[in-house]
């Protein structure tokens, strides 16, 4: 298995040619269709260098071409190229407090296999790993895929934090008590032996969120809300993780400095006053619930349920005008299965807080989107694997194994071209 994403080695015009490769098929990822002569001019490259590109991108089988616009006066189409969605893909598992979800990703960022287990409150890590590497053989053999591993990238893993990217390893995480110090990406490259890249779930859900919108380099804020709440702050196209890779926690900005204690050992975190389980449990006082929608159907009828929503919109509104103030984005992209229940509630709230307390009100104002991606951490932990086929080398984690990416496509095809010889 090569040691780099391609096979032509440490030189500098060896990592030009990487990172120009990978500039192109970002562009690419991100475009319908879009022409050689557009790349070459978008990015500042000779039509030889996008040509020789283009044409190693098409013989990996993972862009293709299509007609696009017709230009003005006579002629044929203008030959276009896009993404060719069966040319690569990814698994990806999120791990959450009472969930494991599980994706097979096409380079489309369509989902081609979907699953969805219940985890046990204090399962131990070691069986919920031994579950996914299960799972992700099951979704290697089903119909879908169809077995052919030359495709597959590698697998995503989005999961609690805090986490230690460099190696991989859950250190710590609150409302994990059997997962401290667990080294995910280690264990799952051992299980499966397949690369392995690993990230915080909001984050991973941020970039999937990229991927499926087909976003460019515009920023946004992505909120996770669920039994927490987490952040993801994507900038020129790439999630920002800051020093430790533990940027961006919404859910542990303080909204009530006399609140709750929270298990990361602070007190009013957002995500022990507003998150489904602190609403869940504010609301066991009125009645039996195990889920939000049941709190949410019966405030119809209940005023104490319906205040207790809207204290906990309130809540949310404070810690994302917080954030905002803080990164100063256009966009705030909410996530995550559970928030349509809340969304006619908590929304106006949100947008009503922004537009008249944002320090930023005056000169733009901020757009409040509901995600309509279900399966966010999953697909987002998929787009992880695809991600490091994209950035500069550079940039890449330390956790991704330094075998993923198109050298795997490139090294599985070529053994699988000897094996038919």
Same mark, same amino acid.
């Given at each position: ?5 391609? *096979?032509?080695?440490?030189?500098? /015009? ?10 192109? !098929?970002? @562009?690419?990822?991100?475009?319908? +269709? ?23 991108? #098409? ?54 296999? /979907? &699953? ?30 169809? $077995? ?14 805090? !986490? ?5 390893? &859950?250190?710590? %995480? ?16 051992? #299980? ?5 890249? &690993? ?5 991973? @859900? ?5 991927? *499926? ?37 919404? $859910? ?32 066991? $006082? ?5 889920? &939000? =929608? ?12 319906? @205040? ?11 810690? #994302? ?19 349509? %229940?809340?969304e006619r509630i908590f929304v106006p709230v949100i947008r009503e807080r922004l537009?008249?307390? +944002? ?21 987002? @932990?998929?787009?992880?694997?695809? /991600?490091?086929?994209?950035?500069? /080398?550079?940039? #890449?984690?330390?956790?991704? =194994? ?20």
């Amino acid at each position: 298995m090569p040691q780099r994403f391609d *096979q032509d080695g440490p030189s500098p /015009q060896a990592r030009l040619r990487r990172e120009h490769e990978r500039v192109i !098929l970002r @562009a690419i990822t991100v475009n319908e +269709a879009v022409s050689r002569t557009q790349l070459a001019a978008d990015h500042g490259l000779s039509q030889q260098s996008v040509g020789r590109i283009v044409r190693d991108l #098409l013989s990996d089988g993972l862009i293709e071409e299509t007609s696009t616009d017709q230009p003005d006066g006579p002629g044929a189409p203008r030959i276009g190229l896009r993404v060719r969605a069966d040319g690569a893909f990814a698994l990806g598992f999120g791990i959450e407090r009472d969930r494991l979800t599980g994706v097979m990703l096409d380079f489309g960022s369509n989902v081609r296999w /979907q &699953i969805s287990r219940t985890i046990l409150p204090g399962q131990p890590a070691i069986e919920v790993l031994q579950r996914i590497a299960e799972d992700a053989r099951l979704a290697l053999g089903s119909t879908e895929f169809a $077995g052919d591993r030359s495709r597959l990238c590698g697998l995503g893993i989005a999961a609690p934090g805090p !986490l230690d990217l460099t190696s991989g390893t &859950i250190v710590g %995480a609150p409302n994990f008590p059997n997962w401290q110090h667990v080294n995910v990406a280690a264990e799952l490259r051992r #299980l499966l032996d397949l690369p392995v890249v &690993i990230d915080n779930s909001a984050t991973a @859900a941020a970039i999937g969120t990229k991927w *499926q919108l087909r976003r460019g380099p515009t920023p946004f804020l992505y909120c996770y809300w669920g039994l927490g709440i987490g952040g993801g702050l994507v900038v020129d196209d790439e999630a920002y993780h800051g020093m430790t890779g533990n940027t961006m926690e919404i $859910g542990h900005i303080v909204v009530t400095p006399d609140g709750r204690h929270c298990d990361c050992g602070g007190v009013g975190c957002l995500e022990t006053e507003a998150s489904v389980a602190a609403i869940v449990n504010d609301a066991a $006082g009125y009645g039996e619930f195990s889920a &939000i =929608d049941e709190v949410v159907a019966a405030a119809a009828r209940s005023a104490p349920l319906a @205040a207790i929503l809207t204290e906990a919109a309130h809540k949310m509104a404070t810690g #994302l005008l917080t954030a905002v103030n803080l990164v100063d984005v256009d966009e705030i992209i909410i996530g995550g299965e559970h928030f349509r %229940a809340v969304e006619r509630i908590f929304v106006p709230v949100i947008r009503e807080r922004l537009e008249n307390r +944002a320090f930023r009100r005056h000169i733009s104002s901020v757009k409040v989107t509901v995600s309509a991606y279900e399966a966010a951490s999953a697909v987002g @932990a998929a787009s992880l694997v695809f /991600q490091t086929l994209l950035p500069p /080398q550079a940039q #890449l984690k330390p956790s991704a =194994d330094p075998s993923a990416g198109l050298a795997v496509i490139r090294a599985s095809r070529r053994q699988q071209a000897r094996s038919m010889s």
